[in-house]
């Protein structure tokens, strides 16, 4: 605004005192204003103005253009900082979200181009809404390295109030942050699977990988919960293996499972030469009560493949 005023200033200021200027004709006597003669208005008045207007045009094209070049710019640095933020990170969107028991979910995401895994490794998930971003935790896929999304078996602990509680509000639509892939269970030959709780997770990747491949040979599981409520797709690992399956319950007696602990009397049936793996995966003290036992039994070191849960 201050430089049209300017503009107009030094434009009219000079051209309204000459305007005024009387002149005079020799076939008339009386004064002659110069806006009495039309060619006179529109040299002195239209042409001017109209560069006037053609002036501030430009200045205001140029003033627009550098609004959206420094636009631009804050783009770009955005877009280069979200870059580096989510640097070996992946945003995805949930497809499908449901319950498989009554505290544990099956999350189905989109798949990012090039994310691979192994089956039994995770990664670690955070939720996209604003004061979760960096609440990560670690899950398990459950789906297969070819399969077009991923698949996650999520239990959930409403009494913790932490992330997996959050995930009882997400839908279809929302978006999770996946980081890098990670996991030291791996299938490295027959053997026995032991589980507990949530910690059956990596082993469903595994048992759908040897099935797909007609290689679920003579692998074995042993599954322990509190109830059978508790059981994470019963009817999955039990077409998976068939009769290779041993529910034990700890707060629940039925017919149809074991009851109590895992002992080391219990394992003694599970020993079946020294060339046999035993995956272990379950809370910290059934893990280090199991390892411990396993020990005991004479099964070395090396032939124990276990993540903590």
Known sequence: MRTILISLQIFLMPLWTFAQRPTSVPYDDRPLNVFESVESIIFYIVIPLAIIVLYVIWRIRRKNERKASDS??????????????MNNKHLVSIRSIDHVTHD???????????????????TDIAINKNGWQNERRPFTFTSLPGDPYLEFIIKTYPEHDGATDKLLDVKAGDELILHEVFGAITYRGEGVFIA????????????????????????????????TADIILKEDLEDLLSDSVV??????????????????????????????????????????????????LGVAKDKMVKEAW
């Open 72 to 85: 631009l710019q804050k783009s770009e640095n955005t877009s280069a900082e979200k870059n580096s933020t």
């Open 104 to 122: 544990t979910l099956r999350v189905v995401t989109e798949k990012p181009g090039g994310y691979t895994f192994t089956p039994g490794q995770a």
């Open 196 to 227: 507990g709780g949530a910690g059956i997770t990596p082993f469903i990747s595994i048992f759908r990988d040897l099935k797909n491949r007609n290689k679920i040979g003579n692998n074995f599981l042993v599954y322990a919960n509190k109830t």
């Open 247 to 296: 529910h034990i319950l700890s707060e629940e007696e039925t017919d149809e499972y074991e009851y109590g602990l895992i002992t080391e009397d219990f394992l003694k049936d599970f020993i079946d030469g020294d060339d046999q793996y035993f995956y272990l995966c379950g809370p910290p003290p059934m893990m280090d009560a199991v390892e411990s036992q396993l020990s005991d």
